[in-house]
T-cell receptor, first 116, second 113 residues
Framework: DAMVIQNPRYQVTQFGKPVTLSCSQT?????MYWYQQKSSQAPKLLFH???????NEADTPDNFQSRRPNTSFCFLDIRSPGLGDAAMYLC???????????????FGPGTRLTVL | AQSVTQLGSHVSVSEGALVLLRCNYS??????LFWYVQYPNQGLQLLLK??????LVKGINGFEAEFKKSETSFHLTKPSAHMSDAAEYFC???????????FGSGTKLNVKP
């Protein structure tokens, strides 16, 4: 089945130690998103790629970076994780086909990040 | 600017009872509205969406929602709750680009036997 895969599902890192979360998709979607979801809160958009074009949200901290080496993969790099960065990180994809079609996001299962 | 408000962070119903989860939106452009369900430690799954076609939208698992422009609402309903419906539900709004989605704070649904 076509899907969005996130690895690892659970990640533990130390305060200040860089960490990378990965997302891959077999849907061949051109748009990929990263969300941060803290406990009992709404998912918050960090950034998205439209094809190769990177779009950062204005309030996303500089500590968060992203890479998309090809259509299938997207990475979230947290350069110096703080305790406040502990959260679930959700990757989503969307296949934009123009004209208002392809308006549905498909989510991965998420990676839960713990910062010690 | 677009935003979504979900009234009631927790809703509890008995099995077999009506489920009503409330969502009100704010949008300066015609909105596109979505309901997602999230089970513990899982990603979000789309239940249904409104994209300017029929105002009454039917989704998966027996859920439906009605877009009411005059009330700026998109409430989610299900006639008869099932134990498996216990989860967290998020309402979201997007503009016509669909490049940004804004989520409400979520409503946790508890279903009592």
């Amino acid at each position: 089945d076509a899907m969005v895969i996130q690895n690892p599902r659970y990640q533990v890192t130390q305060f200040g130690k860089p960490v990378t979360l990965s997302c891959s998709q077999t849907l061949n979607h051109n748009v990929m998103y990263w969300y941060q979801q803290k406990s009992s809160q709404a998912p918050k958009l960090l950034f998205h790629y439209y094809d190769k074009d990177f779009n950062n949200e204005a309030d996303t901290p500089d500590n968060f970076q992203s890479r998309r080496p090809n259509t299938s993969f997207c990475f979230l790099d947290i350069r110096s994780p703080g305790l406040g960065d502990a959260a679930m990180y959700l990757c989503a994809t969307r296949g934009d086909r123009g004209g208002g079609t392809g308006n549905e996001q498909f989510f991965g299962p998420g990676t839960r990040l713990t910062v010690l | 600017a677009q935003s979504v408000t979900q009234l009631g962070s927790h809703v509890s119903v008995s099995e077999g009872a009506l489920v009503l989860l409330r969502c009100n939106y704010s949008s300066s452009v015609p909105p596109y509205l979505f309901w997602y369900v999230q089970y513990p430690n899982q990603g979000l799954q789309l239940l249904l969406k409104y994209t300017s076609a029929a105002t009454l939208v039917k989704g998966i698992n027996g859920f439906e929602a009605e877009f009411k422009k005059s009330e700026t609402s998109f409430h989610l309903t299900k006639p008869s709750a099932h134990m498996s419906d216990a989860a967290e539900y998020f309402c979201a709004v997007s503009d016509q680009s669909f490049n940004k989605f804004y989520f409400g704070s979520g409503t946790k649904l508890n279903v009592k036997p």
